[in-house]
Every structure is written in C-alpha cells, then in structure tokens.
C-alpha cells in the first residue's frame, strides 16, 4: 500500500469488490458441488456433462 501511494481507505475501497466476488465465487462452488453430490454426480462425469451441454446448444 505504501509502496504505490495509496491511502488506507482507498485500498480497502479497491479491496472489498474482489473479496465479495471471492465469496459469491466460493458459495456458488459449494452449493453446486452439494447438488451434484445429491445427483450422483461425480468428477468422473464432468466431460460427458459438458459434451452433452455443448451439443444441445448448438441446435
């Protein structure tokens, strides 16, 4: 902070918009890793998942 002449208040201002961004990140990874887990879903299905995907959006 010092080093690039920055208030203190500024750097907390510039700090708080990626650490909301990192929590709502965080939440969306934990609630969808729980509905996959509801699912049976599994890191091995992940590939299959996305080709499907990816080939109902094209049509």
Known sequence: MRRQE???SGFID???PC???E???SQLLQYG???ARAKG???ED???LV???RGRRKE
Do not use: L, M, T
Request: proline letters at 4%; hydrophobic letters at 30%.
């Open 23 to 25: 929590c709502e990140w």
């Open 41 to 43: 879903i599994g890191p």
């Open 6 to 8: 920055r208030s203190r």
């Open 46 to 48: 992940v590939a299959d």
């Open 33 to 35: 890793e729980a509905r």
């Open 14 to 16: 510039e700090a708080k």
């Open 51 to 53: 080709e499907e995907y």
């Open 19 to 21: 650490y909301i961004d």
